[in-house]
């Protein structure tokens, strides 16, 4: 069974399409459209990353070309109206770029997305160098992993370790990304830890614990009297 990608490098692109700080805005453009990408790193010396220019980045130009935004607007949208009138990547980029390293998570990648609402980061070294870049698609890969590779991983990292004694009886079952856990128990706290262990498997989508107490021995002719 191949390694479950678990950081950034498993599943990163690493060709990288990337402008330097004096790209013109036409260059962008025609660089977006030809790769079919919506961001670009920006790049300066042997390939620090300084800056992202995004589809965002270069809108206020068109927006605010045939019209003269009001006082109002003008307070509101300061670093729009700088944009709209920039040339070149160095003026139009966001910075300081927000970027991921190579031994990130993919959790960790994927809240940096939400959180801050861009759909790829570049990934960058401790001396701040591109080393590739990982997008939304990237990161749902781990969801291209097979039903098997998943039930085993559940069976190897979770049944196994938690239930050593009982793993024979403890039935997995994935359909779809969705495990089900099914078998009695002797200590039952560990379904809830059971369930969190599974869902932390790489590939999982959801899961479905029906895991119960196993009944209780019966008492001994000495506990009759």
């Not at 678990?6 to 260059?27: L, N």
């Not at 591109?130 to 890969?141: A, E, P």
Request: charged share 25%; aromatic share 2%; net charge negative.
């Amino acid at each position: 069974m191949p390694e479950t990608p678990h950081i950034v490098s498993d599943v990163m692109t690493q060709t990288v399409v990337a402008v330097g700080r004096d790209a013109s805005f036409k260059e962008i453009v025609q660089t977006m459209e030809r790769w079919k990408v919506s961001a670009l790193p920006v790049l300066e010396g042997e390939g620090r990353v300084v800056g992202v220019v995004s589809e965002a980045d270069l809108l206020p130009k068109e927006e605010f070309r045939d019209s003269v935004p009001n006082l109002y607007e003008q307070r509101q949208r300061l670093a729009d109206l700088a944009k709209a009138g920039a040339v070149m990547a160095g003026e139009l980029m966001s910075t300081p770029a927000i970027t991921v390293h190579p031994g990130a998570t993919l959790a960790q990648a994927a809240r940096i997305m939400a959180v801050r609402r861009v759909k790829r980061l570049p990934v960058i070294d401790d001396e701040g160098m591109l080393r590739g870049i990982v997008s939304r698609s990237d990161l749902l890969k781990v969801f291209l992993r097979s039903d098997e590779d998943i039930e085993e991983e559940v069976r190897r990292t979770v049944v196994a370790c938690l239930f050593p004694a009982l793993s024979h009886t403890i039935h997995v079952d994935v359909h779809e990304g969705v495990v089900t856990l099914r078998g009695q128990i002797q200590d039952t706290s560990l379904v809830s830890v059971a369930a969190r262990l599974v869902r932390a498997v790489e590939g999982v989508v959801d899961v479905e614990s029906q895991l119960t107490g196993a009944p209780a021995a019966p008492a001994g002719p000495e506990s009759a009297h």
